[in-house]
């Protein structure tokens, strides 16, 4: 739980390229196998997604760990000209944790007002097979 907390502290303001790089490689330290399928370098995001973007990454990878400590994480970001989503998914139940019990829901739910309010959308939860996924669309600012 102390890596874990470390983890979500190390956000200094800047949710691009090195914020995002960071937190990945706090993820991967912590044990789950995280593999990414990112945005080509070139590509620039607005900074209020690039921020909002950091935010459901840094969820995702807090309830992926939490729900299955272990188990390997997939991210894929995908852009286009209307936004960008992200879908994030873990490969299920490695073993059970105790952190899994903890927590108010409260992130998520925070998660998904704030998402709501920039007209995105957000689905999180358990899948089918023991895993857990987070998948939100994020409209690009107009």
């Known amino acids: 739980m102390d890596r874990l907390v ?3 502290q190390q956000h200094d303001g800047n949710a691009g390229g090195v914020g995002l790089a960071q937190l990945l490689d706090s993820a991967r330290a912590s044990g789950p196998d995280v593999r990414v399928i990112a945005l080509p ?3 620039q995001l607005p900074p209020e997604l690039e921020e909002h973007a950091y935010r459901v990454i840094q969820e995702g990878l807090t309830n992926a760990m939490k729900h ?4 390997p994480i997939d991210l894929r970001l995908t852009l286009n000209e209307n936004g960008l989503l992200v ?4 490969g299920g139940v490695v073993h059970g944790s105790a952190l899994a019990a903890t927590g108010s829901g409260l992130g998520l739910k925070g998660m998904h007002e704030r998402i709501e309010a920039l007209s995105g959308s957000l689905a999180a939860g358990s899948d089918a097979g023991g ?4 998948r939100a669309w994020l409209p690009i600012p107009v």
Do not use: K, T
């Open 6 to 8: 470390d983890m979500l």
């Open 41 to 43: 370098a070139e590509l």
């Open 68 to 71: 299955a400590p272990g188990a």
């Open 87 to 90: 879908d994030l998914r873990n």
């Open 131 to 134: 895993g857990w996924y987070l």
